[in-house]
């Protein structure tokens, strides 16, 4: 199956503002369904944005993403010590498939 | 508020076939949502396995894909993974989960459930 690129880990000090990218090596996926998962150590991931900029209600707008070309974006912005997780980023694909990327861990000094 | 309840053996033994039963409640499994199982080995990433769409509709990883069934059971409200000809490269928690919004992205999870692959 395609892949999904992350970075394996990004840092940031509280109030500051992160990045983490998601690039496709696939003209699959459909860029427009990238999705983006929090994962605590020892839980079930979160569903933080879905198809693009959309937020599940609850979810803090200071989580918001972007696209350009094959490269999905998700932005924290004022991070807080509880945004110290792993961050998956997922996409559809043309084959009906899922694929998720392999993951970010977010650490916050 | 829906919620997913997985359970399986723990324990199978290599060559041998994993079944696990996600449990839904305060939801229908007739309800127009994609219903999918992920995968997470300790200390690695998520992968997807696959899902099903009113019990009809499934779409399978293409590298998973020649041993994995899916299947739901409308009257106990519940889906079901099989996985066939398991190895130790099975073991890892195991999620089940329902979409909610948009293109059918897992929304509601399980807790999970790990399954161990050792003779």
Redesign the interface.
């Known amino acids: 199956q395609s892949a999904l690129t992350q970075p394996a880990s990004v840092s940031g000090s509280p109030g500051q503002s992160i990045t983490i990218s998601c690039t496709g090596t696939s003209s699959d996926f459909d860029y427009n369904s990238v999705s983006w998962y929090q994962q605590h150590p020892g839980k079930a991931p979160k569903l933080m944005i879905y198809d693009v900029n959309n937020r599940p209600s609850g979810v803090s707008n200071r989580f918001s993403d972007s696209k350009s070309g094959n490269t999905a974006s998700l932005t924290i912005s004022g991070l807080q010590a509880e945004d110290e997780a792993d961050y998956y980023c997922s996409s559809y694909t043309s084959s009906s498939t899922r694929v998720f990327g392999g993951g970010t861990k977010l650490t916050v000094l | 508020q829906v919620q997913l309840h997985e359970s399986g053996p723990g324990l199978v033994k290599p060559s041998g076939t994993l079944s696990l039963t996600c449990a839904v409640s305060g939801g229908s499994i007739s309800s127009s949502n994609w219903w999918?199982w992920?995968r997470q080995p300790p200390g690695k990433?998520?992968?997807?396995i696959g899902?099903t769409y009113l019990g009809g509709s499934t779409?399978?990883?293409?590298?998973l894909k020649s041993r994995v069934t899916m299947s739901v059971d409308k009257s106990r409200n519940q889906f079901s993974l099989n996985l066939s000809s398991v190895t130790a490269a099975d073991t890892a928690v195991y999620?089940c989960a329902r979409s909610?919004?948009?293109?059918?992205?897992?929304?509601y999870?399980?807790?999970?459930t790990l399954i161990t692959v050792s003779s």
């Open positions: 999918s992920v990433g998520l992968e997807w899902e779409n399978y990883n293409p590298s999620y909610e919004y948009g293109s059918g992205s897992p929304y999870w399980g807790q999970g």
